[in-house]
C-alpha cells in the first residue's frame, strides 16, 4: 500500500524492504486487480482470567556451585557450519542450509 502512496515512488519502497521493484511490481498488480486484499485486523478485547487461591512456593532447593563461563560449551547441532569471514564476523549455519540464502547473506556481509 505504501508504493501506492504520493510518498515515495515503487522503486524507493522496493529498496527500503530490500525487495526486487518486480517482486513489488507483482503485489501491486495483485492489489489494484482484486486479487488481493489488505489485512483487517479485529479490535482489541479482553481475556478471560480465572483468580484461583494462593499457593505456597516449595521450599527453596540449596543452591548449586555456578561453573566458571566457557567451562560448558553448549552442545552444537549436528551438522554445523561456521564460517569465519577475515574481519571477525563469525556466520554459522546448518548443512541444510540453501546455498543461494547463504551466498546473499556472506555477500551483504561483505558490502557487495
Known amino acids: 500500500m505504501e508504493s501506492l502512496g504520493p510518498d515515495l515512488t515503487p522503486t524507493e519502497v522496493a529498496c527500503k524492504y530490500a525487495i526486487t521493484s518486480g517482486l513489488l511490481y507483482t503485489w501491486r498488480r495483485q492489489v489494484l486487480g482484486g486479487q488481493m486484499t489488505h489485512l483487517v485486523r479485529s479490535s482489541p478485547g479482553f481475556a478471560q482470567v480465572e ?32 564460517i569465519v569471514l577475515s574481519d571477525g564476523v563469525t556466520v554459522r549455519v546448518d548443512a541444510g542450509v540453501n546455498a543461494h540464502a547463504l551466498r546473499r547473506v556472506l555477500d551483504a556481509v561483505a558490502g557487495r
Open 51 to 82: 483468580v484461583v487461591p494462593h499457593v505456597e512456593a516449595p521450599e527453596p532447593m540449596p543452591e548449586q556451585p555456578i561453573a566458571p563461563p566457557g567451562s560448558l560449551m553448549p552442545p552444537r547441532p549436528q551438522g554445523l557450519i561456521e
